[in-house]
């Protein structure tokens, strides 16, 4: 029916391996997860490549305070995030994601979502509980301008 799938697994689908998730994999236009649970779906050789060939057509992970890459079949898009004062990590990962989703939905453009994610992310580790700190859109296009993170490109 043409809807596209984001999906964001969790632990207890990713332990159970590639093969438990294949179908929905196959379907997915956007994977969002971070290394370690990319690392349970592709257990040896590249990531990126490996993640691509179970079917997403948008690959984006996260690494905490190191770098996020997203990637799109042809091109990696990498950010290292700023270093702010983390108060607690709960909800980072959900907050990354719907910002991701969101910015991509709205403006079709990996280079602008990847840093839309990261700045919701690190404003919600900021702050006590998981939901402290997400921002409104207007919120969020404030911190993106003013936020100038460079983000590379490369052929992958």
């Known amino acids: 029916h043409g809807i596209k799938i984001a999906f964001v697994p969790s ?6 391996g590639a093969k438990y998730i294949k179908g929905i994999l196959k379907k997915t236009e956007i994977l969002i997860l971070n290394k370690e ?8 050789g590249d990531l990126l490549n490996g993640l691509h060939k179970l ?9 905490g305070e190191r770098e996020t890459i997203a990637y799109d079949g042809y091109y990696k898009y990498i950010l290292k995030p700023n270093k702010v004062k983390v108060i607690e ?3 980072a990962g959900d907050a990354f994601s719907s910002a991701f989703l969101a910015s991509l939905i709205k403006t079709d453009d990996i280079k602008f979502s990847i840093r839309a994610g990261t700045i ?5 580790i900021q702050k006590l509980g998981s ?22 490109r490369e052929v992958y």
């Open 11 to 16: 632990m207890y689908q990713l332990r159970k």
């Open 37 to 44: 649970e990319a690392s349970l779906l592709v257990r040896h």
């Open 55 to 63: 079917g997403p057509k948008i690959i984006c992970i996260t690494n």
């Open 89 to 91: 990590r709960t909800g």
């Open 120 to 124: 919701n992310a690190e404003s919600v």
């Open 131 to 152: 939901k402290n700190g997400l921002l409104t859109w207007n919120e969020l296009m404030k911190k993106i301008k003013k936020n100038k993170v460079k983000i590379k």
